[in-house]
Structure formats: C-alpha cells, structure tokens
C-alpha cells in the first residue's frame, strides 16, 4: 500500500504561481509512474503531468511550458511548480502513483484546491 499526501493548494491571483507536493509513504517497489491530474467543478478528471521512472515527463497541452513536474531523490515527494496560472486551471489537484501494467497498483491522494481568481 502506498499513502498519498498532497499540500500546497491554495487561492492566488491570475499570473502567480504556486508548488505542490505530494508525499508518499509506504511500499513504493509497485510506482513506475508519478503524476498530477486535475478536476474542476462539473468537469471529468484529467492528466496535468507525468513522470516516469527513467524522468522522461509528459504534459497537457494545457499546462506545457508553464508547468513542471518533479521528483526527490528518493522518489518518495512529487512536485508540481505551476507559473503563469489562469482562472481555468482552477481545481482540484489530485497526486497519482501506479504501475503501468498492474492496476492494483493504483494509488491516489485525497486532492488539493487550487483556486486562481482576481
């Protein structure tokens, strides 16, 4: 089992920018794949940004080159540094951790809001 913490959330105006992280605890051996997903209000969940175990990332058109997501060293704390924010990437940021292939391994953090407004 693998716990996910998310923090950083928070209310800031259009053009700011804002981290997010997500800390993970427990058997890690299952995570191939790191990432933030999103979900606003009336809307389906959808990927923010991956990272993979060899580091290549992948973006949503959406976010890339305002975006960027990371990792410690240990693998163990997710980051997502998030410049230039719009009203639209208003909502809440949700951590994921799984293996590619097996979907037991298939862990999500309780969310984090993020509110973008003037």
């Known amino acids: 089992q693998v716990q996910l913490v998310e923090s950083g959330g928070g209310l800031v105006q259009p053009g700011e920018s804002l981290t997010l992280s997500c800390a993970a605890s427990?058997?890690?051996?299952?995570?191939?794949?790191m990432g933030w997903y999103r979900q606003a209000l009336g809307k389906q969940r959808e990927m923010v940004a991956e990272i993979f175990g060899g580091g290549a990332t992948n973006y949503a058109d959406f976010v890339k080159g305002r975006f960027t997501i990371s990792r410690d060293k240990t693998r163990t704390t997710l980051f997502l540094q998030m410049n230039s924010l719009r009203p639209e990437d208003t909502a809440v940021y949700y951590c994921?951790?799984?293996?590619?292939?097996?979907?037991?391994?298939?862990?999500w953090g309780q969310g984090t809001q993020v509110t973008v407004s003037s």
């Open positions: 994921r951790m799984y293996h590619v292939f097996e979907q037991r391994y298939n862990y």
């Open positions: 427990g058997s890690m051996f299952s995570i191939q794949v």
